[in-house]
């Protein structure tokens, strides 16, 4: 009576165990797909493909998700981003499908990887808050604290410093606990924040974020590694150099040139070189700097080089790919069209008496003729923009090379300037020349930067104007200028400012052009009948300039991304003024150009305070 209950166990061990080796061996194939390189991509193509073939065999919904991101990562290390792009979303949408919260995380990931690649720094961020939003969903710390880090990069690269020390802080906080516990390694965490201060030109912060990873690696904690080791340094010297403490640079200077000899990396040795000129340049050691900014461009223009030639003949010979492609469709299409017309003659001679069947025929082919053409100038039209992408990496180059020439530039403006220091040797034809060589780099210099910035909004155009500003006759000025403007709306200007003059070296210009700015702004989100104040200090070594009003307010988490390019935020003016969102990013670069910076303070329905610290 046993052996029939023992037969039927073993008939469903028989069933159940092909599907788990199914299971088994797709994961094994997924594993060993994401381990291979570049160099190995075939190997990836492969198991991406065995895993779509075995899907036919069971019922295994999460397969699909892992074989469609395996296709995603063929195609990224054969450099098709496109395609790349294009199965990661599919991988993305199949997740959401099945409620995988891991994978859709992975694929959000990926396809921000794929926008950093492109240079396509604002896509790559908005990827990355969602990572963020469902990490916090998911619940993991450790995933949210990376999110956290790679979202700071690009803020950075977008010039939103403050958001960048928001999300830094915030990963901070949470992962402190799990590194303490020696769950997790914020070493990146700590370099980014170090290099988020760096940019605010706050060089004591900085340096202490730098100092503490190069001893945590130094002792052996965390990450390990010359090659890290030599960024620590590096770091630290370009960060003592901007703060002056040249001795503390030189010491830095000296261990990373030491570290990038023994890892005989040309790309480390260039950048070290960069640093060291700049150190000379600080110390007045020109002829130093020299020596060493010729050993950077020497070793820069190699690599530079080297890469240029390369994307050039790949560029060259996929533009004249598409062009014979194109060339080929175009052909197509002319003789289906000769067909159609030869036909319509042969079948006209034929016989008058089959005109009615000859036109119903030539109603069809024409038709067909005609899907055929609409085909081809789909593919001519997607080809052309194809076209357009190459012609976009080929502006990218330009710039390259309009950044490369600055180097030399630089070496003859700095060869002028030693030979200006004694010029009692020279005749006067050659003190004109002198002159002249000195005349013809500063244009060079003003062509390239025309190059470098001719799609950014310009708020340095003209050398600062430094002047003794009387900020108590200037600031009554500014508030006269806008009465007009406030009286249309009922509203009462306010200027609380010392009774005694109070005097301030800037340049009048941008400061007028910061504060309009910033009263403007006041005036057009205050209500009628309502009040803006405008008040000036001094502090211990700075000036504090503050524009407070009563107006509409702005969100808490809007505030982040408030001095953005183009942001534009939930509140609207009161009376339907119009706003480009350049405004406020614009006052930011004018600040930053005074050597100050700003801040905001806001409640949604209670009014703005905006604060610019000017360092004297």
Excluded at 70 to 91: M, P, V
Excluded at 211 to 227: F, M, P, T, V
Excluded at 356 to 367: D, E, G, S, V, W
Excluded at 564 to 572: G, N, T
Aim: hydrophobic content about 40%.
């Amino acid at each position: 009576m046993k052996r029939p209950l023992l037969l039927f166990l073993l008939l469903i061990v028989h069933l159940a165990l092909p599907a788990q080796v199914d299971t088994a061996a797709i994961f094994t194939a997924y594993e060993k797909g994401l381990s291979f390189t570049e160099a190995q991509v075939d190997s990836i193509g492969y198991y991406a493909d065995f895993i779509d073939k075995t899907i036919e065999k069971i019922n295994f919904p999460r397969a699909k998700v892992l074989a469609l991101r395996l296709h995603g990562f063929y195609y990224e290390n054969k450099a098709d981003y496109k395609r790349a792009i294009d199965y990661y979303l599919q991988t993305l949408d199949k997740a959401r499908e099945i409620d995988d919260i891991e994978h859709e995380i992975n694929a959000l990931t990926d396809l921000a990887v794929m926008y950093t690649e492109m240079k396509q720094p604002r896509k790559a961020k908005e990827v990355y808050l969602e990572c963020v939003a469902l990490n916090k969903k998911r619940g993991d710390a450790s995933s949210l604290v990376t999110s956290y880090i790679n979202l700071a990069p690009l803020y950075n690269h977008l010039g939103i410093y403050d958001s960048a020390l928001i999300f830094l802080n915030e990963g901070l906080r949470i992962g402190k606990p799990l590194e303490d516990a020696g769950k997790e390694d914020l070493s990146n965490l700590y370099n980014n924040l170090g290099q988020t201060y760096y940019f605010l030109k706050n060089y004591d912060k900085s340096i202490v974020y730098f100092a503490g990873n190069y001893r945590r690696h130094l002792s052996g904690h965390g990450l390990s590694g010359k090659a890290i080791l030599w960024f620590d340094v590096l770091n630290l010297a370009d960060s003592y150099t901007q703060e002056g403490a040249l001795d503390s640079a030189g010491k830095y200077a000296a261990l990373a040139i030491g570290l990038a000899d023994e890892l005989n990396s040309r790309s480390k040795q260039s950048d070290t070189y960069q640093v060291l000129s700049k150190l000379a340049q600080r110390k007045g050691d020109y002829k130093k700097a020299y020596e060493y900014q010729s050993k950077w461009y020497e070793l820069d223009t190699a690599i530079v080089n080297g890469e240029t030639y390369k994307a050039i003949a790949e560029l060259e010979e996929k533009y004249e790919a598409r062009q014979h492609e194109n060339e080929m469709l175009l052909l197509q299409g002319e003789i289906s069209q000769q067909k159609f017309h030869t036909r319509i003659m042969l079948i006209m001679s034929i016989s008058l008496l089959a005109i009615a069947i000859l036109a119903a025929m030539a109603f069809i082919i024409k038709r067909k003729v005609n899907r055929k053409l609409q085909t081809t100038n789909d593919l001519v039209t997607r080809q052309n923009e194809r076209l357009s992408e190459l012609n976009y990496e080929k502006n990218s180059l330009i710039s390259i090379v309009s950044h490369d020439l600055s180097t030399p530039f630089a070496s003859i403006g700095m060869w002028a300037q030693l030979m200006q220091v004694d010029t009692g040797n020279l005749s006067t034809e050659q003190k004109k020349a002198l002159n002249r060589i000195e005349q013809a780099t500063t244009y060079g210099e003003k062509l390239i930067r025309h190059i470098l910035d001719v799609e950014k909004v310009q708020t340095n155009q003209h050398k600062l104007q430094l002047e003794n500003v009387d900020l108590r006759i200037f600031s009554e000025s500014v508030i006269d200028t806008f009465q007009p403007v406030a009286g249309r709306k009922n509203i009462q200007l306010h200027l609380e400012c010392p009774k005694k003059s109070l005097y301030f070296l800037s340049d009048r210009q941008l400061l007028s052009r910061m504060l309009e700015n910033l009263l403007s702004n006041a005036i057009k989100y205050t209500g009628q009948g309502k009040n803006v104040w405008m008040s000036v200090s001094e502090e211990k070594d700075a000036i504090s300039i503050k524009v407070r009003d009563e107006g509409v307010g702005i969100e808490k988490d809007e505030l982040p991304h408030l001095f953005s390019k183009y942001s534009k935020i939930s509140s609207q003016p009161t009376n339907g003024e119009p706003s480009t969102g350049l405004g406020l990013s614009i006052v930011k670069r004018i600040c930053e150009e005074l050597n100050g910076q700003i801040s905001c303070e806001s409640r949604l329905g209670e009014g703005s305070i905006f604060t610019v610290v000017l360092k004297k």
